[in-house]
């Protein structure tokens, strides 16, 4: 049995740094930013209780194989499953399945590092006191103001995607865990206290109800995209989770650790809804405001408070971390896996990759300005229905990219590391790597990967194409 593999690109110290880095992949932009406004446009309620379910039957069990597998190969997510599939008897060919995630990991990349860079931007705008005292339109105008302009954005873009790279070219063994052991803490931290300032602008009851309550008839429509970014939101399936189980001390107890990061990642997503709609709603903005919201919502709340200024520097400076400790964790993958194959130096890997991203990242910034009016899948009456995916009446590239990124191929991803692990690797593999004492508890987990996982993926895209 090889279960005492070693990883070429070193490994995390002890269990509490694999937490640390799988929570700073995982918390991100995805919770704060984006959660937000796909609970607006997916009308509230709804969206968020698909999404709570599909984190605990789906998101939950995809996690735990994508970690075990990374744990027993302590490889890239490619050579890993060519590794095990051939212990197993199977075919190498399950690694083309990996080579597709490690991709859609870059492509998630190019726009990921474009929002990133709005943070940084709003830190320095932040700080210069440009939102002192704004009014909702004006905060509103302010934003487009931002993505009007190319050049601002792929300055932004830049800066972004070169911090991410710099960790990247190091090793990110070596480079996060200096970062985030009072980052993220610190994160949380911040997201209590604007919670606490929702709670005094009198609209706190309004915005939970619009996160709780739910209508029943629109729970079918945000199927796909909840389970999307339940995915998005836990970082997996694309192999990002995979790489750092690889460095994970053996011996560590995985399912417990998994679930923890699982649970932290959504509590995040959680506080930043209930923090963010009261705002929304007691400065008239609208909920379905799209990609804008955060960067709407908060200014004005901060704009409009003593010590706003200091607070919201400090906020954008943590979520720019937060996204940061993310994007780190999209590059990964694709990196670790060409050095393992070319013996390329890793800083060499790094910097042709980041910049094949950072290219296709342009198109996500001109998405918000020159590109604003093409429009790709465009019917004649302005709806187009792709094979019935849903009436997605004109994206644009970002659109495009995110569609494509996290509405099928994390989805498939993640389809494919469960059915790895329940049906390939089997039962004493698993076993073996999960490490979880009580019979009853692995028998569950090993059901959800085995079965409900599996079945709920092509449930839901069987929704999607029938609806
Ligand atoms: N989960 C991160 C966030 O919420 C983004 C992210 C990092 C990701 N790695 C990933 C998304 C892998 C999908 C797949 O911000």
Known sequence: MSTDKVSVHGGWASRWVFVLAATGSAVGLGSIWKFPYMVGMYGGGAFVLVFLACI????????????????????????????????????????WWAFAGMITALLILSFYSVVGGWSLDYIIDMGHGDFQGVTSDQVGAYFGKVVADPWRLTFWHTLFMVL??????RGVVAGL????????????VMLLVLLGYSMTTGHFMQGVHFMFDFNSERLLEGLLPAMGHAFFSLSVGVGSIMIYGAYMPKGASLSGTVVGVALLDTFVSLVAGMALFPIVFAAGLSPSEGPGLM???????????????????????????????????????????????????????TFWL??????????????????????????????FHLYRWGAISGL??????????????????????????????????????????????????F???????????????????WK
Request: proline fraction near 4%; charge should be positive.
């Open 56 to 95: 605990a039957l789906i998101g939950l069990p995809v996690m735990l194989a994508e970690t075990l597998i990374g744990r027993r190969a302590r490889q890239s997510p490619a050579n890993a499953l060519k590794v095990l599939a051939l212990e197993a008897g199977h075919s190498a060919r399950w690694s």
């Open 164 to 169: 991410s790279a710099v960790v990247i070219a």
């Open 177 to 188: 865990e200096r970062s985030l052991r009072i980052m993220m803490p610190l994160l949380f």
């Open 295 to 349: 960067f709407v919502s908060l200014p004005f709340a901060f704009g409009n408070v003593a010590f706003g200024q200091l607070m919201g520097v400090v906020f954008f400076v943590l979520v720019a971390i937060a996204a940061w400790s993310s994007a780190i964790s999209l590059l990964e993958p694709m990196v670790a896996y060409l050095v393992e194959r070319t013996k390329v130096r890793r800083a060499w890997v």
């Open 354 to 383: 980041a910049f094949s991203c950072w290219f296709v990242g342009l198109g996500t910034v001109f998405s918000f300005n020159i590109w604003q009016q093409a429009k790709f899948f465009v019917s004649e009456g302005g709806v």
């Open 396 to 445: 644009d590239f970002f659109g495009v990219i995110d569609f494509f990124t996290s509405r099928i191929m994390l989805p498939l991803g993640g389809l494919c590391f469960v059915v790895f692990a329940g049906w390939v690797m089997g039962r004493e593999a698993v076993r073996d790597e999960l490490s979880i004492r009580s019979p009853v508890m692995f028998a569950l987990a």
């Open 447 to 465: 059901f959800l990967m085995r079965y409900i996982a599996p079945i709920g993926i092509l449930v839901v895209f069987a929704a999607q194409l």
